[in-house]
């Protein structure tokens, strides 16, 4: 992560920012610093003390916080250095004005949980020149913010996030903070609707309300956010349409995430604009149309979450494109038509594809072919020259219910696959006799088809296979004897086959409860009844 923030610095990356920002709370005052390791002691003017006006603020903050487990507060005694030894608080060095206040509740083991309880007082108004205000997992600060805070015109980061603060998002408090650049109100318990004056705060570079209680349509004021690269309002009872701005005026979005709300109608073809965009989350709302043919020219897309809507029509070819996707899910819409056809590039970057839940259809092999990247056929390709290769970071495929045919492919060796859903389809053809390659595989889900054939007994070599459903297949002959050496194995299903034959007699097998061998042939053995002497 870092690694890639120090290679493209830009400011869509709130963690990142997060991350200065807490490294820098953390460090020392630099004069504090100097006093501790005694050099240079001499020639520094003494340090301003804490200015007097903001002390006070600081200890009408503390009377507001009836219980702190934290044992932040405690720090903050009756002595006069507020800047130097009050946990913290940030001063600057030459004015002993306080700039920042940043309090976190450190980290316990769960469910054991640091909190302050009480309100935020209206004397945090007085920190004139406070740049940065973080409140962050207090978990108990109620009441609503102060109609004080308004005075705060130097403020460029608020973070008032993971407590209880309620009644309606301060619109008019808001925009009294002229300077603000990065705004996150995240899981309290706001309500009513989002202020449209949070339009006039033309600096604003992120905005997080995610995780509250807000509902109404998102206000056309916030058209004029040109520089806005993060906008989280997931988890709300939000409704209306995805306003066509988003994707016409707000072109610096890096991050756009209305997960779990009311939104309804089209996603519009807008966004297909944004060329910043990596993660678009729109999952779990009433989403309806089609998905916008240029999709595919959103080149940065990392991660495009549009699970659970009312989606319809085909998946747009162009998605196939994104060279940088790693996630994909479309899972649970009324998405129809034939998996993706053939593409030259594939996904080289996909981690997790899920499909599953819709009415796609087409044949499996064919579909595993377009995602897998193109690959030279080696010298001696004679062996492998139907087997598929997966793109090498696939971890998570899952293509279950929906109408796929076809028959699956001979896969090649190197894939880090580790779960693979295909049940609830119409696939048939047999178990490929290669699947054992997909070594790292630990969910392997092929039930409800039509698979017919043997179980092939080199499956056993699946060594980190710890859940296998089989069941619903036509599959026939035994369950093999090596299939006892997959030790790590907790959940099986071999039911509604045409099996026959002794069960392993080994863990997990024989202890499963009968409804895994329950509608084959004639297999026996425990947990069935013992297999009769020929
Ligand atoms: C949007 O910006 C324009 C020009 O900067 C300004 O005239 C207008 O009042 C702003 N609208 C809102 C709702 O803040
Ligand atoms: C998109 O990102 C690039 C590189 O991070 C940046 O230079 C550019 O200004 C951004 N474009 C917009 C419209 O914000
Ligand atoms: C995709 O979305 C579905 C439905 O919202 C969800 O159940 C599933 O866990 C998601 N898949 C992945 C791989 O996250
Ligand atoms: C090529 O493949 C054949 C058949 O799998 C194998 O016997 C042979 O050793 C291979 N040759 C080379 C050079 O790898």
Request: charge should be positive.
């Amino acid at each position: 992560m870092a690694m890639q923030v120090s290679k493209k610095p830009r400011l869509a990356a709130p963690s990142a920012l997060l991350l200065l920002l807490a490294v820098a709370a953390l460090l020392p005052p630099p004069r504090a610093e100097a006093g501790h390791d005694g050099a240079g002691g001499d020639d520094e003017p003494p340090p301003t003390p804490c200015s007097p006006a903001d002390r006070a603020a600081l200890l009408g903050f503390k009377a507001g916080v009836t219980v702190d487990t934290t044992g932040i507060l405690a720090t903050w005694d009756g002595g006069d250095d507020c800047c130097g030894a009050w946990e913290g608080v940030s001063c600057d060095a030459a004015t002993g004005r306080v700039v920042a206040l940043q309090l976190e509740a450190p980290p316990l083991p769960p469910p054991r949980r640091s909190y302050m309880e009480g309100a935020l007082s209206a004397s945090l108004g007085g920190l004139e020149f406070l740049e940065t205000l973080v409140i962050r997992d207090m978990a108990r600060i109620g009441g609503a913010i102060p109609a004080s805070l308004s005075r705060l015109s130097r403020l460029k980061q608020l973070y008032l996030e993971g407590s209880m603060l309620a009644g309606g998002v301060p619109g008019s408090v808001l925009s009294g903070m002229a300077s603000l650049q990065y705004l996150s109100l995240a899981g309290n318990r706001f309500e009513g609707k989002l202020p449209p004056e949070l339009g006039s705060l033309s600096g604003l570079v992120q905005i997080n309300l995610a995780g509250n209680r807000l509902s109404g349509e998102v206000p056309p004021s916030y058209k004029n956010l040109s520089r806005l690269a993060y906008l989280d309002l997931s988890n709300n009872l939000l409704s209306g349409a995805i306003p066509a701005f988003f994707g016409q005026q707000l072109k610096s979005l890096a991050m756009l995430d209305l997960s779990n709300n009311g939104f309804s109608g089209e996603i519009p073809a807008s966004l297909c604009g944004l060329r910043n965009l990596t993660d678009l989350s729109l999952r779990h709302n009433k989403l309806t149309g089609v998905i916008p043919s240029q999709i595919g020219s959103i080149s940065s897309l990392n991660s495009l979450s549009i699970d659970s809507n009312l989606l319809v029509g085909s998946i747009p070819e162009s998605l196939f494109g994104l060279q940088k996707l790693w996630n994909l899910n479309l899972s649970r819409n009324g998405l129809s038509g034939s998996l993706p056809p053939g593409i030259r590039h594939g996904l080289p970057s996909l981690v997790s594809m899920d499909l599953s839940h819709n009415h796609l259809v087409g044949g499996i092999d064919h579909f595993f072919r377009s995602i897998s990247p193109a690959r030279r056929l080696t010298k001696n390709a004679s062996s492998d020259m139907s087997a598929i290769f997966l793109p090498r970071q696939l971890q998570h495929l899952d293509l279950s219910k929906n109408s796929i045919t076809g028959a699956l492919p001979e896969f090649g060796a190197g894939a880090s696959l580790r779960w693979l859903d295909v049940s609830g389809n119409a696939i048939g053809g047999q178990i490929p006799s290669s699947v054992w390659r997909l070594v790292g595989l630990q969910r392997l889900d092929i039930s409800r088809n039509k698979i017919r054939g043997t179980i092939p007994a080199s499956m056993a070599a699946m060594a980190s296979l710890r859940w296998l459903d089989i069941s619903g297949n036509a599959l026939v002959g035994r369950i093999p004897d090596s299939f006892a050496r997959m030790a790590r194995l907790r959940h099986a299903s071999f039911r509604g086959n045409k099996l026959c034959g002794k069960i392993p007699q080994a863990r997990p097998f024989n202890l499963l409860p009968a409804a895994a061998y329950a509608g084959n042939l004639c297999l026996c053995g425990k947990p069935l009844p013992p297999c009769r002497q020929i």
